[in-house]
């Protein structure tokens, strides 16, 4: 079965803080994995994708085969990126596959 | 359209009726998802097409729920006998194939069940 787990709800920070959004997964095989975003009164939208490599925003995420992880990090935050985070994954691209979500994360930036 | 479009946006009922719920997807995407997402939870996959078909249903929760795509566009989602558990926000994306895994999402139907 697939699973990924978001250990926390909540993070606030100052602005210019550094940033890291946790993501853990379970996954027989070699899975994709994602983060989305959703900015308060907007839809779901993807914010990156670990096999892309870019940093969107600001934010990085790297994939840990080991850990199991993909920690979402930003090194100072904006106040415009507070919003509701997802991490997401789905089997290999070019599969036949649903996308399965953790609970989110919201991410909170004082000025 | 430019994006995906979901009506109604809100939808307001009483325990025990009968609801559908409307996705119009993104031109020439041949992959459409629904999801549900309760207060507080990410978004919870109920089922996704490739085509007209259903290629995963594994997340319909039970037998009141159904969903049809007739000819590999609009899909509907279809609620029996609602019960005040099934209130949530219905989710509905698409992507290019089911393989491409990113998914473009709809603004969601809000379901209450009174």
């Known amino acids: 079965a697939q699973r990924v787990t978001q250990p926390e709800k909540l993070l606030s920070v100052f602005k210019g803080a550094p940033v890291e959004l946790k993501c853990n997964y379970s996954y027989s095989g070699s899975p994709e994995l994602f983060w989305y975003v959703q900015y308060s009164r907007q839809r779901l939208q993807l914010l990156l994708r670990?096999?892309s490599r870019e940093s969107i925003k600001g934010f990085t995420a790297d994939l840990n085969k080991g850990e199991t992880s993909f920690h979402l990090k930003k090194p100072f935050a904006q106040e415009e990126d507070s919003a509701m985070y997802y991490c997401a994954l789905s089997g290999p691209t070019g599969a036949n596959s649903k996308l399965t979500f953790g609970k989110g994360i919201t991410l909170s930036v004082r000025p | 359209g430019a994006g995906v479009s979901q009506t109604p946006s809100n939808k307001v009922t009483e325990k025990g009726k009968y609801v559908e719920l409307r996705c119009d997807p993104i031109?020439?995407?041949?992959?459409l998802y629904w999801y549900r997402q309760s207060l507080g939870q990410g978004p919870e996959f109920l089922i996704y097409?490739?085509?007209?078909?259903?290629?995963?249903d594994s997340g319909l929760p039970n037998d009141r729920f159904f969903a049809v795509r007739p000819e590999g566009s609009v899909s509907t989602l279809k609620i029996q006998r609602t019960e005040r558990g099934d209130s949530a926000v219905y989710l509905c994306?698409?992507?290019?194939?089911?393989?491409?895994?990113?998914?473009?999402f709809g603004a969601g139907s809000r379901l209450t069940v009174l």
């Open positions: 097409f490739q085509g007209t078909g259903a290629a995963d």
């Open positions: 670990h096999i």
């Open positions: 994306a698409s992507s290019l194939n089911s393989g491409a895994n990113v998914l473009t």
């Open positions: 031109s020439g995407h041949t992959a």
